[in-house]
């Protein structure tokens, strides 16, 4: 199994900052690496997919970059419906998700 | 629009059963492999089963291999997750979901989700 760790736990900014979440996989995943966006009593909403590329709809203030085993999703400048929590996820072998990132308002 | 109807869950005793249900819409259901994810509420998540568009290669999480069975019918755009022998600890908010991409070698990301169910099993 693939372990994903994420950090930090939670992350406290304003609105306007600029938040960088991290993944550290425990073995290389290669590209195979995508960022989830999860609201209170909503399901995970896919942001990033395979380390880089935007999902249909995601605004461009959201990035992933990465390979092997350190990835980083940003936010260039934080909206108000930004703050959430964040998850990685690999599909290098079988789908193992990171234990997320609190992203809240400072 | 993409959308994934779930139902099923509910209260269970230990070693009981329950069957859940996925009703896509909106896409070519026999085109894209389908997976359960579950979550225990306030926790992470894990991917708990796959199956490939021909129902084909269903894939279980270690914690559930032996007890849950996934299944499709194409014919009826409907997933399905057979879960016996239910324990304690798969008490979770169950997410069906559909994989991004049609055609891969590797496993799924994940681009549509149902709006989960729970499950819960105590005595």
């Known amino acids: 199994e693939i372990v994903l760790i994420q950090s930090p736990a939670t992350l406290s900014l304003s609105p306007g900052e600029r938040a960088t979440l991290s993944c550290r996989a425990s073995q290389s995943v290669s590209s195979y690496l995508a960022w989830y966006q999860q609201k209170p009593g909503q399901a995970p909403r896919l942001l990033i997919y395979?380390?880089?590329n935007r999902a249909t709809g995601i605004p461009d203030r959201f990035s992933g970059s990465g390979s092997g085993t350190d990835f980083t999703l940003t936010i260039s400048s934080l909206e108000p419906e930004d703050f959430a929590v964040y998850y990685c996820?690999?599909?290098?072998?079988?789908?193992?998700f990171g234990q997320g990132t609190k992203l809240e308002i400072k | 629009e993409v959308q994934l109807l779930q139902s099923g869950g509910g209260l269970v005793q230990p070693g009981g059963s329950l069957r859940l249900s996925c009703v896509a819409s909106g896409f070519s259901f026999s085109t894209y492999a389908m997976y359960w994810v579950r979550q225990i509420p306030g926790k992470g998540l894990e991917c708990v089963s796959g199956?490939?568009?021909?129902?084909?290669?269903?894939a279980y999480a270690d914690a559930v291999k032996g007890r849950f069975t996934i299944s499709r019918d194409n014919s009826k755009n409907t997933l399905y997750l057979q879960m016996n022998n239910l324990r304690a600890e798969d008490t979770a908010l169950y997410y069906c979901a559909k994989r991004r991409d049609a055609h891969g070698s590797k496993w799924a990301h994940f681009d549509y989700w149902g709006q989960g169910t729970l499950v819960s099993v105590s005595s």
């Open positions: 199956i490939n568009n021909d129902a084909t290669g269903p």
């Open positions: 395979d380390a880089s």
């Open positions: 996820q690999q599909r290098s072998i079988w789908p193992t």
